[in-house]
């Protein structure tokens, strides 16, 4: 994806008569818009009854749009099938873990494991590929959309039987199966594949490794359909680049692995203007999907002008604030923003979700900021090659995700998201961008490298963590990490198994505390600050505790051990530190420490630096609702406003600057 930033949305015009397209058009070509997303829900448009084909319709839009030099990100239609499949074909309805069946009138209504389903994807999206593949308005495949968003775990016979088939493949006999689930445990042992059940209903806990292979199995389950359909698309044209849209940190799929397999990583946010961490949040969203994939471009393909339709209560971004949220998207790396949708519906589910051009058309204040951004993103040319350097990673795993959230813990309410931005806050604040890296990537390019609760580890996944705190790194290491192999079973002894050699102590045990309860945490020069949630009954080891718990019935156990490795140094926290202390570990790591601008100027504003080979891009983003003046010593070339800057720039709410220095000018 070269040559400008990507800006429009879903367009689905089969929603509307044929008079209304050739308007739409002429709207789109007024607001900047250079590529839609075409035919997401349109199975039932394409293929009204089995092997009944209309496409005539899909011709003259793509006319249409190829005339007025929009693009097309052309989808499969295989995400919501159309009424008759499912009346004809019971079985390609999915059925829950109580093993009730769903109906139509919905979407995502289809099992991934049914053949009837499977079959009747791959045909349509043939019959897709075949009447229009070589329109030149087509720039990009949209597989799907949004796996496993409403069905992410089918119990059905087809399901069963599919997972049998993947334990074989992955254990080789039954006996394996049993050691790896430990099942001598409640008298689960198996004495073949065939009695093996996907984890359905039960009195009480399923076994867990039973329920992490599920997880496991499911998301290749999704993962083999998109290659049949992905197949069938790069066979017909394999120089147009493939995505599929993404949910940010959607638990049930890992998009590690799949990310693996897309030319564009794609997301959709839509991230809640109420929250007061909405930023922060949307912020950490796009660093993991830029991370997914470190050698592909990535797009946001959905967020919201306005609101959502599907909260408890969907209040709207502010004036402002729609186009500082994609210029956050801009300055981590995003090849593109795009919309959902681009047209409100005027029936349907989602008729009150905001579009672009909403029921009220021109006349919407929505619309002026939509064509006021779409300008602005199409003189952005010059971030050609720029790209975002981190110089932190968070380490991030699903099976760790599954593993930590599965029941029967020491903590059933410990959240891997909350852990993440408990660890990613005040990285934010600082001006420091993150990258997401999985346990097994080279991490020898990052200065820091944050481990938040990977409760799940392998002894080889551990042992490179270890070297590269050997080689001269710095690890941060939270509570609740190397607890449990890949099959989900203790590391016996003081926990930590191969992540021992980080956490400078042993830990003999753990004590969540109670809701709602913090300590004081006492450090060497004498301050307290707090914690909650959570304290490590750890004994000194190796390291050099740096703080203590000072209160409460844990007093005077190790809170944070520094432990030399190597050349390197690893800093363990043995509770969930408030933000004074957490900021106190930061500053132990050079590439964390002192106080950039962003902090001086107030709450609210964001920094990110883009660079390329000849520029530095620093874009600032003022996410309150007051002024903020910030000090940038060495000036630059402000581009959004098109004018050299001083050493100071005035951003008022939800306003942007974007400046630009030489690489080789002061401040680089």
Known sequence: MTGRI????????????????????????????????????????????????????????????????????????????????????????????????????????????????????RRVVERLVSEVANHPAIEMWHVHNEYGCHVP????????????????????????????????????????????????????????????????????????????????????????????NFMGFFKPLDYFAWASELDVVS???????????????????????????????????????????????NSPKVPGQMRAMSYQAVARGAAGVLFFQWRASRSGAEKFHSAMVSHSGVASPVWAEVAGLGRELDG????????????????????????????????????????????????????????????????????????????????????????????????????????????????LGPYGGPLRPLIGCDVVDVAPLPEGMTIEVEWEDGTRTGASFWADVATEGTGHVLARVASGPWAGRPAVVEARVGQGRAYYLACRLDAAGLARVYDLAPALSGEPAVHRAGPGVERVVRTSADHTYEFLINHSEEERVLDIASGGFELLAGKQLGSRVALAPMDVAIVRRDRAGPGD
């Not at 109580?98 to 995502?108: K, N, P, V």
Request: with cysteine; aromatic share 14%.
């Open 6 to 121: 990507r800006y429009g949305g879903d367009y689905n015009p089969e929603q509307w008569p044929s008079e209304v397209w050739d308007e739409d058009v002429r709207l789109m070509v007024q607001a900047g818009v250079n590529l839609v997303t075409v035919g997401v829900f349109s199975w039932a448009q394409l293929e009204p009854a089995e092997r009944t084909y209309s496409f005539a319709w899909l011709h003259e839009v793509l006319d249409l749009l190829g005339d007025a030099g929009i693009g097309v990100d052309l989808a499969t239609p295989t995400a919501s099938p159309p009424p008759w499949l499912s009346a004809r074909y019971p079985d390609v309805l999915p059925v829950d873990a109580r093993g009730a069946r769903y109906s139509h009138g919905s979407r995502q209504h289809f099992c991934v494991c049914s053949a009837s389903y499977r079959a009747r994807a």
């Open 153 to 244: 775990y089918c119990y059905c016979d087809n399901h069963a039987q599919a997972f049998r088939a993947w334990l074989q493949r992955r254990y080789g006999s039954v006996d394996e199966l049993n050691e790896a689930w430990g099942t001598t445990f409640w008298s689960q042992r198996y004495g073949e594949f065939a009695e093996v059940l996907p984890p359905r209903l039960t009195p009480t806990f399923v076994n867990p490794g039973q329920e992490l292979d599920y997880k496991r199995f499911s998301n290749d389950a999704f993962l083999e359909e998109f290659f049949e359909e992905r197949q069938i698309l790069r066979t017909a044209r394999p120089d147009i680049p493939v995505t599929t």
């Open 267 to 313: 997301t959709d946010n839509y991230a809640d203007p109420a929250d007061p961490d909405a930023m922060m949040l949307s912020a950490m969203h796009y660093d993991l999907v830029r991370s997914l994939n470190k050698d592909a471009a990535w797009m946001v393909m959905e967020q919201t002008p306005l609101r959502v339709n599907w909260r408890r209560h």
């Open 380 to 491: 952005l040319g010059t971030l050609e090659g720029s790209g975002v350097d981190a110089r932190v990673a968070m380490v991030f795993s699903w099976a760790n995700w599954w593993a930590l959230e599965a029941p029967a813990k020491p903590a059933n309410d410990l959240s891997m998201t909350d852990q993440l931005s408990w660890m990613y806050r005040p990285l934010f604040g600082r001006g420091a961008t993150v990258d997401f890296c999985r346990p097994d990537e080279r991490l020898d390019r990052y200065e820091v490298v944050l481990v938040p609760s990977l409760y799940l580890v392998t002894e080889e996944d551990g042992a490179k963590l270890v070297s590269y705190v050997e080689r001269g790194g710095t690890a941060v290491v939270s509570f609740w990490s190397g607890i449990v192999d890949e099959r989900d079973v203790v590391y």
